[in-house]
């Protein structure tokens, strides 16, 4: 822990009451301190103060009363005051959320129907999927890149046990609609374990704030811990207070990436298998189609641009096309982009499996 530096806060001033009118919003706050959430328990938030500042520490706030309802999540870059010294027992207050880059929902599921902000100001986000072992699920790979879009992420498609099964069909899928990707496979026994393609891993990483999601047993544990290696004891500082385990918990959880030039974070999600979808809006997913997006232009009012839509410009393209090999070229555009379009909706799920593991709180 850096020792902390004297400066004015260090010099408690106390005006007798009533000697200024209490506004509920106090505006001032001029001694509040800038830092970064990262992790969530039980309504105390981990924070580190100052990021990567001279007077970086590990502290625990509560919300401000004046926050009211509004959501607190990993990744918000907040004002804290009050002891945000993070000796052992102190407690700050949040008392504003900066306005907020991007912003990833969770998938409603049967025990909450309302879909909830989980992570803030990430740029990028990385679908953990297995070659084998299990199975990868193109819909599920889908829904996260359709949710990505939405929310102006990058997709980076990471795909594990390569040893198990070839990439090249996925990789084939995925590369044109913009996807990063990233193949690893682990060798060796575990306490030896090498992971090839991690160092790609890592430049793809670098610099960013990138959230990880998968399914249980696609090896997403193997990855963080290669990337963090003390990754769930740096998270301590919500557990101090809580004294609960950090296995226990299902929110997300920001996690330094040590020995990179720029600062790097990943944000873990356990528990969390997809992205909210019902939000989305098309024309927010045309955004990351930049050429379909110039076509839709001339498409009729309200056009939803889905494979059924009457005088779709997108058809009008595909069929004008100049030659065959643009055509193709055209119209295996135009599918990916419904097919991100038609994951959204969430119905005909063909993937039982699927829908049970969504609905998991
Ligand atoms: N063959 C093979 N096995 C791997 C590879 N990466 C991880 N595994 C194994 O896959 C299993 C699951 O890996 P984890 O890293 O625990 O997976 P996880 O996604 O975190 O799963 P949970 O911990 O259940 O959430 C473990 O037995 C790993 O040893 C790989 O590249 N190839
Ligand atoms: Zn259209």
Known sequence: MPT???????????PGRGTRPRTKIRPEHADAETALVTGVDRGRYAVLVDPDGPG????????????????VVPGDRVDVVGD????????????????????????ADDTDPVERVIVANADQLVVVT????????????DRCVAAAYDARMDVLLALTKADLADPSELVAMYAPIGVRVVVTRTE??????????????????????SVLVGHSGVGKS????ALVPDAYRATGAVNDVTGRGRHTSTSAVALRVPGT????????????????????????????????SEVAEECPRGCTHA???????????????PDDETRDARAARVESFRRLLASRLGSGDNDPRESRETARP
Not at 222 to 225: A, D, F, K
Not at 265 to 285: E, N
């Open 261 to 292: 030039d720029a600062p790097t974070w990943v944000i873990d999600t356990p528990g969390v298998r997809s992205f909210g979808l019902a939000h989305v809006d098309p024309t927010h997913l045309l955004r990351a189609f930049a050429d379909l």
């Open 222 to 225: 193997t990855l963080v811990n």
């Open 56 to 71: 970086e520490r590990r502290a625990t706030a509560m919300k401000a009363r004046e926050l009211g309802r509004e959501r």
């Open 307 to 321: 494979a059924d839509a009457p005088d779709c410009a997108l058809d009008d393209w595909v069929t004008d096309a």
């Open 84 to 107: 945000t010294s993070g000796d052992e027992g102190s407690l700050s207050r949040i008392v504003r959320i900066t306005e907020r880059r991007t912003v990833l929902r969770r998938t």
């Open 130 to 141: 297995a070659l084998a072992d299990p199975e990868p699920r193109t819909r599920m790979i």
């Open 188 to 209: 060796g026994p575990r306490d030896e374990r090498v992971i090839h393609g991690f160092d790609d891993l890592r430049a793809a990483l670098d610099g960013r704030t």
């Open 4 to 14: 902390r530096r004297y400066d004015e806060r260090d010099v408690r001033i106390r």
